[in-house]
């Protein structure tokens, strides 16, 4: 912190350039993010809200499939849901833990350490959240 604390004007114009770099990349990736759990949410609300169709199929025999295949992708939705939950929990884990930045390096390379190693993370979380349907589905054999 001090090294970049110590930093004249002409020696912070590449740190504004990094920083503005990293926060543009973070920006892109929280926004992704955001409506990749907000959809997934959604279709959780549209299966609930729609669950009384399916579920009246298993009053007749001939029926009872449809009501059985959508226990199982409702419980699929429910389980993206909870690894979403589960990956957030971790991201937050690791993000907690300070970045290892050499204090003797140049005020630009440790501030690339850092933002290379929080974009790391939300790749890894961004990642985890976009394919927790496939996990489910990999998962339930579905």
Excluded: H
């Excluded at 350039?17 to 990349?25: D, K, M, Y």
């Excluded at 974009?119 to 961004?126: E, I, Q, T």
């Excluded at 349907?133 to 339930?140: F, L, Q, V």
């Amino acid at each position: 912190v001090t090294t970049i604390e110590d930093c004249g004007f002409f020696e912070s114009i590449p740190l504004w350039a990094v920083t503005l770099i990293g926060g543009l990349f973070i920006t892109v990736l929280s926004f992704i993010l955001i409506m990749t759990v907000y959809g997934r949410f959604f279709k959780l609300y549209m299966y609930t809200a729609l669950a009384p169709i399916p579920l009246s199929t298993f009053a007749g025999e001939p029926t009872q499939n449809v009501g059985k295949s959508f226990i199982k992708s409702y419980c699929a939705v429910l389980l993206e849901g909870a690894v979403i939950v589960l990956a957030c929990i971790i991201f937050s884990v690791f993000a907690s833990s300070p970045p290892v930045v050499n204090p003797d390096a140049a005020a630009v390379t440790q501030v690339w350490a850092y933002i290379g190693e929080l974009v790391f993370n939300m790749l890894v979380l961004v990642g985890a959240v976009k394919m927790s349907d496939r996990i489910i589905r990999e998962m339930m054999g579905l």
